[in-house]
C-alpha cells in the first residue's frame, strides 16, 4: 500500500497496524462501528497552515463543498483561512459554526434571491455573481432597501484543464460564469460599475477540479491577468482546483508550489490586485481514510471476485461518477501482500455500486475484517447519500491520541425526520 496517501500522523507499527493521530484504526473502529470516516485532526491544520503560508492571510479560502461539519468550519477558521460556501445551507452551517460572515463568500451558480438576501443581510466578505440574473436579484435587493453587497464577477477564461468532463468548469462550454471571449464578462464588469445595487471589488475564475498540470493553472492565471491588469480592481480569485493522489504512482503539485507558481505568473503580468484562491480537496482530501467491515467474499470462477463492504457509492460515490481510483488496505496488516486482485463494492441495489473496479487486496481477505481506503477525506461525506436508507457514516477528528466525534452517525430515526405522514 503506497504509505504516501496516508495522512500526515499515520504509522505502520511492525505487525501492520494502522494509527492515525496516535489511536489504532482498528480500535475506532470497535468504539464508533464502520463505515467510519477518520480524520487526522494535524493534517487537515498543516494543509490550513500551508495554504494560508503560500497565499498571505485572507488570501486562502477554504471551499467548504469538499468537506463541511461544525467542527470543520471551525478548524479552517481557527487555522487562518476564510470560507467559500457555495449554497445557503453551506452558509447557514458556516454561520452556525460561529465562523463571521465576514469571513465568507458567497459562490454558487443560480442563486436564489434567499440565499442573496441573506448573504447581503449578513454582510458576507463579498459574493460571487455566477450569471445576469444574479444581478438582477441584487438589484432588486436594493430596492427593498438592503445594503450594498460587495460582488466579484465569475469569469469563464477559455481554458480546458485537464480533468474530468464532470469537474472541468473554465472551458466555454460551461454552465459556470460569464464568458470571455464572447464578450459577456466585459459587459458584466460595464454592468455592475453602472449599478447602484453593487461594489465591483473583483474578478474570478475556476478552471475545475483535481487538477494536476500546473500549466492549467498558469494559463488561466495568465488570461485572467490580461483581463483584470486594465480594470485594476482589488481582488483577482484563481479558485480551487488542484489535485491530490488517490492511487500509488500519481503526483500532485503541493498547496506551497501551487502558491508558487500562481503568484509568479500573477505577479510577472503586472497584476497588482489581492490574489485568492478557494482550494478544498487538497485542504482535506488525503486528511481522511474510511474504514469498512468486509461482509462477503464472492469467488465466481473465470469471471473475477467480489468483496463487499458495509458502505458503498452512498458514502463514495466517485468512483461511480468520475471513474476514480482508490486503494484499499487492511487496517490491522497493511504490511502484508496485496496480491489478492477483486472487485470492491458496497451493499447498494445496483452493479454500479463499486468503490475500487480493480482492487489489490490484502491476501486472505475474509467476511468480518476491516479495509480502509485512504484519501476520501474531501467529496466523500459531503456527497453521501442516504441511498437504499443507509445511515450516514460517523465522522471522527483524531489528534495526540485523542478522538472526538465530530458528525454522530444517523439513526433510523433520522430517516424519517422530514417524513410529514
Ligand atoms: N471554487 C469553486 C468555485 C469551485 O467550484 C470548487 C469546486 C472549488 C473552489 C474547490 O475545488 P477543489 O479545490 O476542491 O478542487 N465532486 C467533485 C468535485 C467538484 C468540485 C466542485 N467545485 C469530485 O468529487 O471530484
Not at 491577468?225 to 483577482?236: C, I, K, N, R, S
Not at 498547496?255 to 500573477?266: A, D, S, Y
Not at 473475477?304 to 458503498?312: C, I, K, L, P
Not at 473496479?357 to 447519500?385: E, R
Amino acid at each position: 500500500m503506497p504509505l504516501n496517501l496516508l495522512p500526515d500522523t499515520a504509522t505502520v507499527a511492525d505487525d501492520g497496524s494502522v494509527q492515525i493521530g496516535g489511536l489504532a484504526l482498528a480500535e475506532l473502529a470497535a468504539t464508533y462501528g464502520t463505515p467510519l470516516f477518520v480524520y487526522d485532526e494535524q493534517h487537515l491544520r498543516n494543509r490550513c497552515r500551508e495554504a494560508v503560508d503560500a497565499f498571505g492571510h485572507q488570501n486562502a479560502v477554504y471551499a467548504t463543498k469538499a468537506f463541511l461539519c461544525t467542527a470543520m468550519a471551525r478548524l479552517a477558521y481557527e487555522e487562518g483561512m476564510l470560507l467559500d460556501v457555495a449554497s445557503g445551507g453551506e452558509m447557514f452551517v458556516a454561520l452556525r459554526a460561529g465562523v463571521p460572515a465576514d469571513a465568507l463568500t458567497l459562490h454558487g451558480n443560480n442563486k436564489s434571491i434567499d440565499e442573496l438576501r441573506t448573504a447581503v443581510t449578513e454582510h458576507v466578505r463579498y459574493i460571487v455573481v455566477d450569471c445576469a440574473e444574479e444581478l438582477d436579484r441584487l438589484e432588486q435587493l436594493h430596492r427593498e432597501g438592503l445594503p450594498v453587497p460587495k460582488v466579484v464577477l465569475r469569469i469563464t477564461p477559455g481554458v480546458h484543464a485537464h480533468t474530468h468532463e464532470y469537474i472541468a468548469t473554465g472551458q466555454d462550454d460551461s454552465k459556470f460564469g460569464f464568458n470571455l471571449a464572447n464578450g459577456a464578462a466585459a459587459a458584466a464588469v460595464d454592468r455592475c460599475r453602472r449599478s447602484p445595487a453593487v461594489e465591483l471589488v473583483g474578478l474570478h475564475s475556476h478552471i475545475g477540479s483535481n487538477v494536476f498540470a500546473v500549466d492549467s493553472f498558469a494559463r488561466a492565471a495568465e488570461v485572467m491577468a490580461h483581463f483584470a491588469v486594465p480594470l485594476d480592481l482589488p481582488e483577482l480569485v484563481l479558485g480551487g482546483g488542484l489535485g491530490v493522489p488517490y492511487v500509488g504512482g500519481e503526483e500532485a503539485p503541493t498547496l506551497t508550489e501551487w502558491g508558487r507558481v500562481l503568484l509568479e505568473q500573477c505577479r510577472s503580468l503586472g497584476v497588482t490586485s489581492r490574489i485568492s484562491v478557494e482550494p478544498g480537496r487538497s485542504i482535506v482530501g488525503a486528511a481522511a481514510v474510511t474504514v469498512y467491515t468486509v461482509g462477503s467474499v464472492k469467488h465466481i470462477p473465470g469471471v473475477r471476485t467480489y468483496v463487499a463492504v458495509d458502505g458503498g457509492m452512498s458514502d463514495n460515490p466517485r468512483p461511480v461518477l468520475y471513474g476514480s481510483g482508490y486503494e484499499a488496505f487492511s487496517p490491522t496488516r497493511a504490511t502484508a501482500g496485496r496480491d489478492f486482485r477483486g472487485r470492491l463494492v458496497g451493499k447498494h441495489c445496483e452493479s454500479g455500486d463499486v468503490l475500487i473496479f480493480d482492487a489489490a487486496l490484502p491476501n486472505d481477505l475474509q467476511a468480518g475484517d476491516l479495509l480502509a481506503t485512504p484519501v476520501t477525506g474531501a467529496y466523500g461525506y459531503s456527497m453521501a447519500s442516504n441511498y437504499n436508507k443507509l445511515t450516514r457514516p460517523p465522522v471522527v477528528f483524531v489528534r495526540d491520541g485523542a478522538a472526538r466525534l465530530v458528525v454522530r452517525r444517523e439513526t433510523y430515526e433520522d430517516l424519517v425526520r422530514c417524513d410529514v405522514d
